[in-house]
């Protein structure tokens, strides 16, 4: 609409799925988007989580804290990410850990996305002081009209359906955001001055 390439990108966690995000950071534009786990306020820190283990990636295996090999098992198509299971399942069971790290007899399994390392640059890009105060400009942008929409036009959803349906409402809920903003910032007196000029 501006006529500007995009060189930034941000959004909130619901749209943290790294499949997608690939195609917007392969473009060069800066993505700064939270996963889930980021934002939650309920996270404790795991002593067994999968960052604990150790990844390496030339021989594309997993080290356990204890020193023990999780090796590529399979690949699981649904979730776009390889599986890696423990050498032998006796191993876990004889861990003194068994019982916190994994309760499963067949021993300890890691998933990883194919774009694990990708993941892994765009956590680190969002926890990042330039990463938090871009996140913080977009609340203060971006939350305001949605806000305003659901909470002063009293909008708790579309009442038509489909895109042509959905953009026409929007537009309309948009137009009174924008005319509010306007009475707000320049009054409404002068507003009206405007509009009949």
């Known amino acids: 609409m501006l006529g500007k390439e995009c060189k930034v990108a941000c959004s909130d966690a619901g749209y943290s799925k790294v499949d997608n995000l690939k195609v917007i950071d392969e473009k060069d534009i800066k993505v700064i988007v939270p996963t889930s786990k980021q934002v939650s306020r309920e996270h404790e820190e795991n002593p067994f989580g999968k960052e604990k ?9 997993y080290e356990c804290p204890e020193g023990n ?12 990410c390889n599986q890696y299971k423990m050498t032998s399942q006796k191993t876990c069971q004889v861990c003194k850990h068994f019982g916190a790290c994994t309760k499963n007899k067949n021993g300890r399994t890691i998933k990883r996305q194919v774009n694990e390392k990708l993941k892994e640059k765009l956590e680190q890009l969002y926890k990042s002081d330039e990463g938090q105060e871009i996140y913080k400009k977009r609340k203060e942008k971006v939350e305001l009209p949605f806000g305003h929409i659901k909470r002063n036009l009293n909008v708790g959803s579309f009442l038509l359906r489909g895109n042509a349906g959905v953009n026409a409402e929007m ?27």
């Open 53 to 61: 283990f150790l990844y390496y990636e030339e021989k594309d295996i």
């Open 171 to 197: 537009a309309v809920f948009s137009t009174c955001f924008n005319i509010s903003r306007m009475m707000t910032v320049i009054g409404k007196q002068a507003l009206m001055q405007r509009l009949w000029n």
């Open 69 to 80: 090999i999780l090796r590529l098992s399979g690949y699981d198509k649904v979730k776009n």
